[in-house]
Each structure stands twice: as structure tokens, then as C-alpha cells.
């Protein structure tokens, strides 16, 4: 089959950028089907941009622009509908994808056999990370360590590294929007959204080749600091625990396990108190004893934990 390839683009304020991360995909041999450019009521000249590129490609660049800004969630909810492809990708405007992208896909596809119509996977190539002095890391998906855990799993342990590329259409017309409390989550409300979305996932497929490429320094997370960033952090764990209890995230008992963990030692890390870390000892405790694999990230997390205070209380 000839696979359909769209993809969501969000953009507020990127003039500078935004020309680099649709290069990437237009000037590629395997053009995508459609781009959704959700641009959030830009005040520089990133509609010009956008403007200019929906002239050269109108049959593929759909412009959803908004009068008002609604932020990074309200926007994707408002743009993410309006995809009608076999495969779903997302592209910051401040991003790109490497060169052979949805060709590798294309591939992939065809020499499994898969169906994006009717079968529910993701493919998941390598992230690649651009630093601020140009250099860049390949973070890689570990095949063997996926294999071992479910898909909501390896989002709540920070397994996958992908930038939420390759989902299949039958997997796609599950997407949960972002939910309304998002802005109160802050930053971290993707990963809330990313794990809702994971227990939907039959199959997970690692491709070895790089896919989308992050640019650091430029996102939203660059513009926060570092301890609201971790307080939304801890707000999304909170949120996916009550989450669990409604019964909206179906979690197995050792994903559950390792979520009471994980916000414990992440609540050890803003607020300490010796009733806190008892809390998280005994969440430990059970984590390890449902799965003695475990032990290692348990042990790494009370030392990180452990360091940060005593270099906070160094700084005091």
C-alpha cells in the first residue's frame, strides 16, 4: 500500500526556525501526504514563513491558524483532529527530521507486513539531541529493554526516546486530547498525555536509523525554571496516580508500583521530612520485592534524590 503521511506542526514564534524543520521533510524523496501547520497566534514573521511555503506546496501544507493564542496544549487539541494520514508524526517548528525518514518508515512497513489502517503500533526511530554549541548525541531506543516492560511502562521509565513520531492510524484514532487541567500541570503535562496515550500501544518498533532531531535551549522547558519544572514534573505523577484510581490509566501492578515510587522520591526532592522519606523507603521496599530488577533505578533515584539535597542545602 501507498502509506499517507501526516504531519502536526505547532509553531508560536519561530520564524527563525521553522523553514529548517519543513525543508527536512519537503525536500525528502517520500513527501508526506499533508503537513498541519497549527501556527498560535505568531507575533513575528512566522506566518510569513508558513505563508510562503503553503504557496509552493498547497496541495500538502494546510494552515490552521489561530486568533488567539491558546498555548502549546489548546493548540495541539485544536490542530491534532484535523489529520486525515496513515501515519502520524509530530514536528516542532523549532525541529527537524533527519534526512530518510518517512522513506525508513515506508520501509519498515512493508517488510512486516503492518497495516497503520488496522494495526495499533508505533515506530519508534532514535532522537537525536542538538546542542546549544551545535554538537548532537543519538539517544537510542533499547529494543531488548522495551520487550521487557508494556508501553506504558517505557514512558513512565523514560525508556522510549522518540519525539512522538510513527503512529500508526488505528493507533492514532485513539489519541486522548490534552486534558483541561494541562496548563495547571505545566510543561510536563505531555508526558501525563504521552502515558494516557501508551496504553493503547499493541506494538512498539524500533527502527535503527535517527528520526527527529530536538533543538535544546529553545522550547518551553528552556524558558522555565528549574524548580517549576520539577513541580510540574511531580503535579503530572500526582495526576496520572489519580488518573489510575478513576480507572481512565490502566496500569499493571508493577508500573503501578514503580509510579508510587517514582513521585515519592520525586516529593522527597521538594519537600523533605523524615515522614516523607519513610513513605518512600516503603514504596521502595514494594517495588523491589514485586521485581527485583527493579533494585537498580531505585537505588540511582534515593542517590540523585540524596545529592540534590545536600548540594541545596550546600547553596543555602
Known amino acids: 500500500m501507498q502509506v499517507k503521511h501526516s504531519i502536526v506542526m505547532i509553531c508560536y514564534n519561530q520564524e527563525n526556525y521553522i523553514a529548517k524543520a519543513l525543508d527536512s521533510v ?7 501526504y499533508e503537513i498541519i501547520i497549527g501556527d498560535d497566534a505568531s507575533t513575528d514573521g512566522t506566518r510569513k514563513v508558513i ?5 509552493r506546496y498547497p496541495e500538502i501544507i494546510k494552515l490552521s491558524l489561530n486568533e488567539t493564542n491558546l498555548g502549546i496544549f489548546g493548540n495541539l487539541n485544536h490542530t491534532t483532529p484535523q489529520v486525515t494520514g496513515d501515519m502520524i508524526h509530530f ?8 534526512p530518510g525518514l518517512l522513506e525508513n518508515m515506508n520501509r519498515k512497513i512493508q517488510e512486516l507486513s503492518l497495516d497503520p489502517l488496522k494495526s495499533r503500533f508505533a515506530l519508534l526511530p532514535h532522537t537525536v539531541l542538538h546542542h546549544l554549541d551545535g554538537s548532537e548525541a543519538l539517544m537510542k531506543n533499547d ?13 513512565l521509565r523514560e525508556v522510549v526516546c522518540t519525539r512522538m513520531v510513527g503512529f500508526s492510524r488505528a493507533l492514532f484514532n485513539l489519541w486522548p486530547p490534552f486534558p483541561e487541567d494541562s496548563e495547571t500541570i505545566g510543561p510536563w503535562a505531555d508526558r501525563f498525555q504521552h502515558v494516557l496515550f501508551a496504553q493503547y500501544i499493541d506494538r512498539q518498533i524500533v527502527m535503527d536509523c535517527a528520526g527527529a532531531v530536538y533543538r535544546e535551549g529553545v522550547g518551553i522547558a528552556s524558558r522555565t525554571g528549574q524548580e517549576e519544572l520539577e513541580r510540574s514534573y511531580h503535579r503530572a505523577l500526582l495526576r496520572m496516580l489519580s488518573s489510575s484510581a478513576r480507572g481512565e490509566l490502566i496500569l499493571s501492578a508493577s508500573d503501578r508500583k514503580y509510579l508510587e515510587f517514582h513521585e515519592k522520591v520525586h516529593g522527597l526532592l521538594l519537600t523533605y521530612n523524615f515522614g516523607l522519606l519513610r513513605q518512600t523507603l516503603l514504596s521502595a521496599i514494594r517495588l523491589t520485592m514485586n521485581d527485583i530488577s527493579e533494585t537498580g533505578i531505585v537505588v540511582k533515584s534515593l542517590y540523585l534524590a540524596h545529592r540534590r539535597l545536600v548540594k541545596n542545602l550546600i547553596s543555602r
Do not use: N, Q
Open 26 to 32: 519537503l525536500c525528502e524523496p517520500v513527501k508526506p
Open 51 to 55: 505563508e510562503e511555503y503553503r504557496v
Open 91 to 98: 514536528l516542532s517548528g523549532d525541529d527537524w527530521f533527519k
Open 143 to 155: 529494543s531488548k529493554r522495551l520487550e521487557k516492560m508494556s508501553p506504558v511502562g517505557a514512558v
